[in-house]
């Protein structure tokens, strides 16, 4: 659990509180690696060859380029793309498809956090990341080039995300 003190000039002992999350997003959750994925598809599709690099997701790597790339693909969508989670090293990304108001705290119980349901918006949502999962692949097929595992490695699965609900 993260906990925050409050520091203050009195004898008393230090209070401890909790860390207040006062929204709830509804999405679906990626890791790092699959974000990294999807942008890097992409940024072959749109920069010049001289201007290419391998994208990486986390503290040393292009998160923003990341964000902006995929913030691209979803806003026609109604969704946006953004990095979910609590301290640096447990961050992940999230297509969030829904958000409302909440009073909760980091490291509640989730079954206190209510559930969004998957609607209308989803659907597009999880249609558009089976295509561009799955784009690659029938790409390369199609044309009769052979694929290679740093190819396959552009595209990812359903397994590879999961509509969740968190708190932000």
């Known amino acids: 659990m993260l906990w925050h003190s409050d520091y203050s000039l009195s004898s008393e002992p230090y209070g401890f509180h909790l860390s207040p999350r006062r929204t709830i997003l509804g999405g679906f959750k990626m890791n790092g690696k699959t974000a990294a994925a999807w942008a890097q598809r992409e940024f072959k ?19 923003s380029t990341i964000l902006k790339i995929i913030n691209i693909k979803v806003a026609p969508y109604g969704a946006e793309f953004m990095r ?3 301290g640096e090293k447990d961050l992940e990304w999230m297509i969030v498809t829904q958000s409302a108001p909440f009073n909760g705290y980091v490291g509640m119980d989730p079954r206190l956090i209510p559930q969004f349901q998957e609607g209308s918006r989803e659907e597009y949502a999880r ?5 561009e999962g799955q784009y690659y692949s029938l790409a390369q097929l ?5 694929i290679t595992e740093n190819f396959m490695s552009l595209g990812f699965s359903q397994s590879d995300y999961e509509f969740t609900t968190v708190l932000y």
């Open 84 to 86: 979910i989670g609590e």
């Open 142 to 146: 199609s044309s009769g080039r052979e």
């Open 45 to 63: 599709l749109l920069a010049p060859p001289e201007r290419q690099y391998e994208l990486r997701s986390g503290l040393d790597g292009d998160d």
């Open 127 to 131: 249609g558009l990341l089976v295509e």
